[in-house]
């Protein structure tokens, strides 16, 4: 009896083991699937903020998609256009599409997650809590009633479209909707003026919105699913 009791607790220490260690490589491999995405194709993180290697105001579109087809997360997507390649992964549809400045070299990159047409459920490979973590807080959100919240990040040049849940609470488990790099540079003459808000943590829509104003003048993008960029 002695012997059958030290058996099951062995067996129940090795199952334990076992479901520890299978959570362990299935947090670290979630956690380098999501951080590739800012990173170069050889794996090396870029000295600024990218998508897979690229980045605006440095690459002109030839070399975004030489990038693109050279990245192990983006070899075998496929070009459904000049300036937008797209993948169906993690239950949804991935794209990545971008704009161009006068000079020719990329003014947006945009990677967008679309929801499952059958369900309408968005199943995104990056979380606010990961922004959060890898980014910190955000200089301030543009809210409105007909488009999801968008955090704004200054220095890094980043923007981040977040999904509400019915809660209408910011929370770190939210899936992210589109991340969007941009050049920063001078306003033209016909920029308008958007209200922005100062990020006041994980809190509820109502109280964002009761946030401090912020002013800040934008430029209107719209061939890369962007309809502002603070300038």
């Excluded at 995104?124 to 919240?149: E, K, W």
Aim: aromatic letters at 10%; one cysteine or more.
């Amino acid at each position: 009896m002695v012997k059958r009791i030290g058996l099951w607790l062995a067996c129940g220490v090795l199952t334990v083991s076992a479901l520890l260690g299978g959570a362990r490589a299935l947090g670290s491999a979630q956690d380098v699937d999501w951080r590739a995405l800012f990173t170069a194709p050889d794996g090396a993180p870029c000295p600024r903020a990218c998508l897979f290697g690229v980045m605006p105001a440095r690459h002109t579109p030839e070399e975004a998609l030489e990038i693109l087809r050279a990245h192990p997360l983006t070899r075998s997507w496929t070009f459904s256009a000049p300036n937008r390649v797209e993948s169906y992964r993690y239950g949804a549809k991935l794209a990545i599409s971008f704009s161009t400045f006068v000079d020719g070299v990329l003014d947006t990159l945009t990677l967008s997650v679309e929801p499952d047409s059958k369900n309408g459920f968005l199943s995104s490979p990056l979380r606010l809590g990961d922004v959060l973590g890898a980014f910190g807080a955000p200089d301030y959100l543009h809210l409105s009633a007909q488009i999801d919240p968008l955090l704004v990040y200054i220095p890094p040049r980043l923007m981040i479209s977040v999904k509400l849940d019915a809660a209408q609470r910011m929370s770190p488990d939210l899936p992210v909707r589109r991340v969007t790099l941009f050049r920063f540079g001078v306003c033209p003459s016909s920029a308008p003026l958007y209200t922005f808000v100062r990020w006041r943590g994980l809190t509820h829509r109502a109280h964002q919105m009761a946030s401090a104003p912020v002013q800040r003048y934008v430029r209107r993008v719209f061939n890369a699913q962007v309809t502002l960029v603070p300038c």
